[in-house]
């Protein structure tokens, strides 16, 4: 399985992250050309090798004219929705967006739809997270793993003011992440680093890695205390079957409206969870309930529980650690003639198993007026030609 491993030195941001992987052999041509997928206009993009303390990186620059736009997440996400970019880019992207929205919210006391942009709502940051994401399915990352990540201290000035570092929003897309605190008093990990990193990679080291490529990726500035450097390591670990351990969480509803369970569900899935689920039951005294039961990893945990708090149908949450085996997922590109579609294989004693993802079933279904039963046997058709 090609496995990659980022190792946050000095934080992390959206640049840094492409930066490593055109490090790492990342075509930036080819980048150029996705990136230009967007409906985005004035700016410019470009590479510079560089070194932070004797090592040396790549720069991702992004250059771009005076843009005092402030997006709302629609926005964002429709610039995005509306670009040639495959599903499962346009997915993923939208997601990191969606887990900044809701930092932002909970941080400033707004509803989601009225969180406004600033700093990451520009076209860098854009440019930053489709970046990021384009660039592991172009490298072919079928599993990604992240170190702690370092943050600084002190204070940042921002739109909104004067502000603690982390940052409140990056404060809140670690909660449940390892991070380590470093003596460099500025900010190290910034919100699209965070975001970016916290949504796409699970926080533990690679187990039978062998790395075939380093890269490192340059921040911006020079900083004595440490590298101002994140390292990229891509490799392959073994494959077969394999375990591993998750937390479950676990409540039961007797009061909330079906609807509010609906939205709940939504944002645990966006915040990272491994599954939702939902089981009638009946209550003592009789009452029919829901069982809500959340599968997640281990370090986003306290992260779940509080999004499953503020829905504010339950004061007491059950947890537990479960092992679960599991086969390795591969994610492949299949050509039919509604275009591009993304699909999860895996393999078990030479069988290969076919898992075309809901989502863009009934996405290209509704595009094209057909039923989704339809779209879904033309996918395992073209598949099993393929393979």
Not at 304 to 324: D, E, N, V
Request: contains cysteine; charged residues 25%.
């Amino acid at each position: 399985m090609k496995t990659a491993y980022f190792d946050s030195i000095c934080g992390a941001s959206g640049d840094m992250i492409v930066g490593a992987m055109l490090d790492c052999g990342l075509d930036f041509e080819t980048l150029k050309v996705e990136l230009a997928k967007l409906p985005l206009k004035g700016y410019r993009i470009k590479t510079e090798k560089t070194s932070r303390h004797h090592i040396t990186a790549t720069r991702f620059i992004v250059e771009i004219d005076e843009d005092h736009t402030h997006r709302h997440l629609g926005d964002i996400e429709k610039i995005i929705d509306e670009s040639d970019l495959t599903d499962h880019v346009k997915e993923r992207s939208i997601n990191i967006f969606r887990r900044l929205a809701l930092a932002e919210a909970k941080v400033h006391g707004e509803p989601l739809e009225e969180v406004h942009f600033h700093e990451v709502g520009m076209v860098d940051a854009i440019l930053d997270v489709c970046g990021a994401v384009i660039g592991l399915e172009v490298l072919g990352i079928e599993k990604l793993y992240c170190s702690a990540l370092t943050v600084g201290h002190g204070t940042v000035e921002t739109q909104h003011g004067t502000m603690p570092v982390p940052a409140p929003a990056t404060g809140e897309l670690v909660c449940g992440f390892p991070i380590k605190y470093t003596d460099v008093e500025q900010e190290i990990l910034t919100p699209t680093g965070a975001a970016v990193l916290t949504t796409l990679s699970t926080a533990n080291r690679p187990q039978n890695f062998i790395p075939e490529i380093i890269g490192y990726g340059a921040g911006s500035k020079d900083i004595d205390n440490l590298p101002n450097l994140l390292r990229l390591s891509i490799g392959t670990t073994q494959r077969g079957m394999h375990q591993d351990e998750v937390s479950l969480l676990e409540t039961n509803f007797d009061r909330t409206p079906p609807e509010q369970l609906g939205y709940l569900m939504d944002n645990l899935f966006i915040a990272g969870a491994l599954d939702v689920f939902i089981t009638p039951i009946q209550m003592k005294k009789n009452r029919p309930a829901q069982k809500l039961s959340v599968l997640c990893p281990i370090n986003k945990e306290v992260e779940m529980a509080g999004i499953i708090f503020s829905s504010g149908g339950t004061l007491g949450l059950r947890r537990s650690r479960i092992k679960r085996w599991l086969l390795p997922r591969q994610e492949k590109t299949v050509n039919t003639k509604y275009g591009e579609i993304p699909v999860k294989l895996a393999k078990f004693n030479e069988k290969v198993l076919y898992f075309p993802e809901f989502e863009v079933v009934a996405r290209v279904a509704s595009k094209f007026k057909k039923g989704f039963d339809e779209i879904y046997f033309e996918i395992l058709g073209q598949l099993r030609k393929e393979t």
